[in-house]
């Protein structure tokens, strides 16, 4: 049901020790674009402090954030904790029964190389994109699709 990444990289925490700069519009924009061509909805949480267990914290967002609660449970939520280099990605049950496995690896490989440079914001975006990809072969968009879930970043501590 999830897919995360961690990157171990001690030698370069001191420059995350402040929350990066993250460019919420085009994370957003990018979102609005994905959500062009699938009824995926997909969302954003930044931690601003440390994950040590982001998959577990990307779960309690997913249920505080409503997102069980899309027609066709095809929800996706980027979960990233800049500060200590963690991710997770977490999906609702329709996207785990028709995507699979590859669907997970696929995702994170968009995001872990930009993550690894420090660029959140790209990786953001390249990993939005490529959920909107996938999402669409499985979930492509119908006329009368409705913004299930608002198209914005969500920060959290
Ligand atoms: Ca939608
Ligand atoms: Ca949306």
């Given amino acids: 049901m999830a897919a995360a990444a961690r990157e171990e990289n001690g030698d370069t925490m001191s420059l995350f020790t402040r929350m990066p ?5 085009l994370v957003v924009a990018a979102i609005g674009v994905a959500e062009k061509r699938t009824s995926g909805e997909i969302r954003v949480v930044i931690a601003r402090r440390l994950a040590a267990d982001p998959v577990a914290a990307a779960r309690n967002e997913f249920e505080r954030l409503g997102m069980t ?18 991710f997770a990605v977490i999906g609702d049950t329709a996207i785990h029964d028709r995507c699979g496995g590859p669907f997970w690896r696929d995702l994170a490989a968009a995001m872990t190389g930009h993550f690894q440079r420090g660029d959140f914001t790209g990786g953001l975006v390249h990993g939005i994109n490529r959920a909107g990809a996938l999402l669409a072969e499985h979930f492509p968009r119908t006329a009368g699709d409705q913004d299930e879930l608002p198209n914005k970043v969500e920060e959290t501590d």
């Fill in 21 to 25: 700069k993250i460019d919420h519009l």
């Fill in 69 to 86: 609660r899309t027609r066709q449970r095809n929800g996706v939520l980027i979960y990233l904790a800049p500060r200590s280099r963690t």
